[in-house]
T-cell receptor, first 115, second 116 residues
Framework: DTGVSQNPRHKITKRGQNVTFRCDPI?????LYWYRQTLGQGPEFLTY????????KSRLLSDRFSAERPKGSFSTLEIQRTEQGDSAMYLC?????????????FGSGTQLSVL | EDKVVQSPLSLVVHEGDTVTLNCSYE??????LLWYKQEKKAPTFLFMLTSSGIEKKSGRLSSILDKKELFSILNITATQTGDSAVYLCAVEARRAGGTSYGKLTFGQGTILTVHP
């Protein structure tokens, strides 16, 4: 499968626990994005990486959230001290280099449930 | 702040019907408008529109953009049960210098249900 891969597909955790999600973008895609989607809403932008550099973070990304892309390949999104309001689908997307390539390729997401 | 509003929020039709989904937007320095289809998890790309009045077409789906009135429509003719999904509209803004980086602002989506 050469698409964007996200793990785990589902995560159930108790409030206050830390969780980490992983995203493997399409090979050679240097741009990587994290989005969050709640029920009945469209995806909301969280953060963007170009190679290993995190170039933008949304106001939605509180200090409990941290994302990394240490070698410019896979990325991790960690949520510390989870809250029930963090329950959502976390989507990762990637995009190839080049200004003309606007299409984002999305992964299937990680569904987080905080009890 | 960029904003995208889709209508209707949900739509129920029968196979063979034609549907029109609407998307209006407010964005500073518009670069492109994109339509995605979301069935279970991953949104899948349908169209990207950058110029007014030029229809993009793929099989039974077509879309057009009006940059003056700031809206786009997505048409689906002869609908099938497999068209049942959430249809998402998103816009991308141009950064200073004319480049972009793929940050999309999405609408809330239109839930389309096609009954046999």
């Amino acid at each position: 499968d050469t698409g964007v891969s996200q793990n785990p597909r589902h995560k159930i955790t108790k409030r206050g626990q830390n969780v980490t999600f992983r995203c493997d973008p399409i090979s050679e895609h240097n741009r990587l994005y994290w989005y969050r989607q709640t029920l009945g809403q469209g995806p909301e932008f969280l953060t963007y990486f170009q190679n290993e550099a995190q170039l933008e973070k949304s106001r939605l990304l509180s200090d409990r959230f941290s994302a990394e892309r240490p070698k410019g390949s896979f990325s991790t999104l960690e949520i510390q001290r989870t809250e029930q309001g963090d329950s959502a689908m976390y989507l990762c997307a990637s995009r190839p280099p080049g200004a003309s390539n606007e299409k984002l390729f999305f992964g299937s997401g990680t569904q987080l449930s905080v009890l | 702040e960029d904003k995208v509003v889709q209508s209707p929020l949900s739509l129920v039709v029968h196979e063979g019907d034609t549907v029109t989904l609407n998307c209006s937007y407010e964005v500073t320095n518009f670069r492109s408008l994109l339509w995605y289809k979301q069935e279970k998890k991953a949104p899948t790309f349908l169209f990207m529109l950058t110029s007014s009045g030029i229809e993009k077409k793929s099989g039974r789906l077509s879309s057009i953009l009006d940059k003056k009135e700031l809206f786009s429509i997505l048409n689906i003719t002869a609908t099938q049960t497999g068209d049942s999904a959430v249809y998402l509209c998103a816009v991308e803004a141009r950064r200073a210098g004319g480049t972009s980086y793929g940050k999309l602002t999405f609408g809330q989506g239109t839930i389309l249900t096609v009954h046999p």
